[in-house]
């Protein structure tokens, strides 16, 4: 097997660039004499499938030179270039004329394509070697030239096919690794959440236009009474949606990164093991000696469809070693960042009465917890682990008394060594990981960005800001509602000043 061959094809192409393109660019296409300064320099071609053996590949380019490379390599005339139509054809090199691949063909002209550009696909056979030799006769035609990442989105973003949201949505879907993931981002690249910030773009739009309208024009008795009254009403109305927006708890943002679940616990508790057991391979070092575990063991996991990234922890205990010490503040400190934390108990540390093993439980959590998490239950799984060092009457006496007493979150009990119980505790779990994401395809759509998070703050912050200075300097409460309609462009990419004048004109008919 040749060695990195993913890397090799790229770096092939790119070889192809640097000794043929750049002499060519004036020259002529050798194909059908087509001059080499009509084929645009912006034109790109990527391989679009991702790298490595498979049984079809697509290479993809936009630009204006799309058509020259389907007559130059698929010998397509234009009165045989139909749109959106798959065309089997030999593909050949432009310059030796060989036979590169036998494959389909696919031409879609500008604005009707992804990028708003004319575009070509060409499906060929998946080998590296079939790869590198289409990318190497792209690359020998004048003004084709490999793609950035991400330009061929960057171009659909700029002629309009995507708003900002939206290719965000699209990276997210390329990246989704889990079921509700995929659901989410489909839902953003679909539009959903570019929507509703289009929705409160206009609106404000609105706004600043109608205030703009009263502070030039409302001494020519152009402007209606109560216009500023309707302006209030719908600051007040936006604000509220966007601050209803922002309190979901980070339910997308969990959903997009993965929910972050500790595991936490004295040392020997069986932390480990239930981190091995939920992996279904020995991701952590597990041994009689208490603590064996000094750093974070990470491992990212699909639970029923929802991303967990969990996190086995050094057992926590006062002790003299340094290491060891270390290892507990990196535990204590990701607990404190946790969005779900499971806190292993050794059954056979409980008290013998298990009458008083809730407050015992009480009493551990406080040691374990945050104190501003002790409350949150549904941010907690108490799991007592080891059951089958117990006796089964000592074990149902215990289910008793914790069905009888309050304040204490779910509790699972569960044998790692025999897998007791682990049925029921993955339930749990996976109810709780997505008690904290959410449904992604009901409601609302999801913050997914933190940058679409502090840009809403900022919003929010400036429609304030018109509150504040509404009834005394009305110039700065419409630079309030200007900056709120500036952040939340930011958010979608886009905000102009010429459709504020669109607004004032099109409302009040003024200058006619």
Not at 77 to 93: C, F, G, K
Not at 489 to 496: A, E
Request: glycine share 8%; charged share 20%; with cysteine.
């Amino acid at each position: 097997m040749l060695p990195s061959i993913s890397a090799g094809i790229w770096r092939g192409a790119q070889h192809i660039l640097r000794t043929r393109v750049a002499p060519r660019r004036t020259g002529l296409c050798t194909c059908a004499g087509i001059p080499g300064e009509l084929c645009d320099a912006g034109t790109i071609f990527a391989l679009s499938s991702g790298h490595g053996r498979c049984g079809v590949a697509v290479v993809r380019v936009s630009g204006p030179a799309s058509t020259t490379a389907l007559r130059c390599m698929a010998g397509l005339t234009h009165s045989l270039l139909t749109p959106r139509t798959a065309l089997l054809r030999s593909i050949t090199d432009p310059q030796s004329k060989e036979v590169l691949d036998r494959g389909l063909v696919l031409w879609f002209p500008g604005p009707h394509s992804f990028t708003g550009e004319d575009s070509a696909e060409f499906h060929i056979h998946g080998g590296p070697a079939v790869i590198t030799a289409v990318l190497q006769a792209l690359g020998s035609l004048p003004g084709m030239r490999p793609a950035e990442a991400g330009e061929f989105t960057r171009r659909a973003f700029h002629a309009g096919k995507l708003g900002l949201t939206e290719v965000e949505g699209l990276g997210d879907l390329i990246h989704a690794e889990t079921e509700a993931q995929r659901r989410q981002a489909l839902r953003q690249m679909c539009g959903d959440l570019g929507r509703l910030y289009q929705d409160w773009t206009s609106r404000l739009k609105r706004c600043l236009a109608h205030v703009e309208a009263f502070i030039d024009f409302s001494e020519d008795e152009l402007i209606e009474d109560g216009v500023l009254n309707q302006v209030d009403t719908s600051v007040c109305d936006l604000q509220a949606e966007m601050e209803r927006h922002l309190k979901d708890e980070r339910r997308g943002e969990r959903l997009r990164s993965g929910v972050q679940v500790v595991i936490a616990g004295a040392t020997n508790a069986g932390k480990s093991s239930l981190l091995n057991t939920l992996c279904q391979r020995p991701a952590a070092i597990v041994s009689p000696i208490a603590g064996t575990t000094r750093d974070v063991v990470e491992t990212a996991l699909d639970i029923g469809g929802f991303p967990a990234v969990l996190s086995d922890t050094a057992g926590l205990r006062d002790s003299p070693d340094l290491v060891e010490r270390e290892g507990v503040r990196r535990a204590r400190e990701r607990v404190e960042q946790a969005d779900l934390t499971l806190v292993v108990v050794d059954c056979a540390q409980l008290p013998s009465d298990a009458q008083q093993a809730p407050a015992f439980l009480q009493g551990h959590l406080s040691s374990i917890l945050p104190t501003q998490e002790r409350s949150q239950t549904e941010r907690c799984l108490l799991v007592l682990n080891k059951t089958d060092l117990v006796s089964e009457e000592w074990r149902q006496q215990l289910e008793t008394e914790l069905r009888r007493s309050s304040g204490l979150p779910p509790v699972c009990l569960i044998s790692c060594q025999t897998n007791e119980g682990l049925q029921d505790f993955l339930a749990a779990l996976h109810s709780s990981i997505k008690a904290l994401c959410g449904d992604p395809l009901s409601g609302a759509p999801s913050l997914t960005q933190a940058r679409h998070r502090a840009h809403l703050q900022q919003c929010v912050a400036a429609l304030s800001q018109y509150h504040r200075y509404r009834d005394t300097d009305l110039a700065l409460a419409a630079e309030g509602v200007r900056l709120a309609l500036t952040s939340l462009g930011r958010i979608t990419g886009r905000v102009g000043a010429e459709e504020i004048l669109d607004i004032i004109f099109k409302d009040f008919c003024i200058g006619k």
